[in-house]
Nanobody, 129 residues
Framework: QVQLVESGGGLVQAGGSLRLSCAAAGRTFSSYPMGWFCQAPGKEREIVATISLSGGVTYYADSVKGRFTISRDNAKSLVYLQMNNLKPEDTAVYYC??????????????????????WGQGTQVTVSS
């Protein structure tokens, strides 16, 4: 499995932007589909976006489609979540996640939590109105 560490969270006003980064430690980063999950207080952890091994295919939750962009840089073992036009309801802890090796990104989208093989520690995003 791969070890993951997120960064880039913080406090922003509604309409603002943040970019989250996830650094991976491991020798087979490009073998994993990657994703971002979020968990608000009192809520279940849920999928935000997923990306295929090479970065060519992406999926998004309906609530963030058109506002968030997931990307990856396999040469640097990094995955990003660019968050634009943030809303107060986006407030949550955001977790980087690796799926099962050599699986398509759609499996993470469809199966969610049970497809995750590794989790990051999470980074807090707070959006004020």
């Amino acid at each position: 499995q791969v070890q993951l560490v997120e960064s880039g969270g913080g406090l922003v006003q509604a309409g603002g932007s943040l970019r989250l980064s996830c650094a991976a430690a491991g020798r087979t980063f490009s073998s994993y589909p990657m994703g971002w999950f979020c968990q608000a207080p009192g809520k279940e952890r849920e999928i935000v976006a997923t990306i295929s091994l090479s970065g060519g295919v992406t999926y998004y939750a309906d609530s963030v489609k058109g506002r968030f962009t997931i990307s990856r840089d396999n040469a640097k073992s990094l995955v990003y979540l660019q968050m634009n036009n943030l809303k107060p309801e986006d407030t949550a802890v955001y977790y980087c996640a690796a799926g099962r090796p050599d699986r398509p990104a759609r499996d993470m989208k469809n199966m969610g939590l049970q497809e995750v093989s590794s989790w990051g520690q999470g980074t807090q995003v707070t959006v004020s109105s």
